[in-house]
């Protein structure tokens, strides 16, 4: 996977794994974050728009099911 840049964040890489896992964006939660919806494996995650963390994004993923990491 690509590293993002300093100012970037791990949103917009994480953001397009979801979209490709089925995963939509449904609405804005508390804050800054997100959330996103899959029908078919009907499970609901929160996506923090400002997403520094790779930790926090490989956990993100490991939620929605994907196998890989950032």
Partial sequence: MQQP?????YYKIVS???SGLGY????NAKGSHEKWYSPTANK???VPRNL???HTANAILKDAGHKGKV
């Fill in 44 to 46: 609901m995650l929160l």
């Fill in 24 to 27: 939509a964006y449904l609405r």
């Fill in 16 to 18: 397009e794994i979801l």
């Fill in 52 to 54: 520094q963390s790779r």
């Fill in 5 to 9: 840049e300093a100012a970037e964040g």
